[in-house]
């Protein structure tokens, strides 16, 4: 059974940072290419990120470009995404995912940006 975890996920000033984790697991981590996408209040969902199997090529939504950076360490399992200079408009649940569409994704973690 697929199972992605998210976390980092919380309460924090405009311009400031975070840095989320999506922990993988039920399937072969590393023959995935894998995605953020999220989800704010009221609105459906936005793919941001993608990035290769080995991580050498990374993708962006011209909202994440230039703020946000995708990463992974396939010998732990686990995609990273790290924000940058947020924004009140960047509130939303982010999911890390197997696909751009969000078909199979985890719970999601809250990101709040609020002064």
């Known amino acids: 059974e697929v199972q992605l975890v998210e976390s980092g996920g919380g309460l924090v000033h405009p311009g400031g940072s975070l840095t989320l984790s999506c922990a993988a697991s039920?399937?072969?981590?590393?023959?995935?290419?894998m995605n953020w996408v999220r989800q704010a209040p009221g609105k459906g969902l936005e793919w941001l990120t993608e990035?290769?199997?080995?991580?050498?090529?990374?993708y962006y939504s011209d909202s994440a470009r230039g703020r946000f950076t995708i990463s992974r360490d396939n010998a732990k399992n686990t995609l990273y995404l790290e924000l940058n200079s947020l924004e009140i408009e960047d509130t939303a649940i982010y999911y890390c995912?197997?696909?751009?569409?969000?078909?199979?994704r985890g719970q999601g973690t809250q990101v709040t940006v609020s002064s």
């Open positions: 039920g399937f072969v981590f590393s023959d995935y290419f």
């Open positions: 990035i290769s199997k080995s991580g050498t090529f990374k």
């Open positions: 995912a197997q696909d751009r569409l969000g078909n199979v």
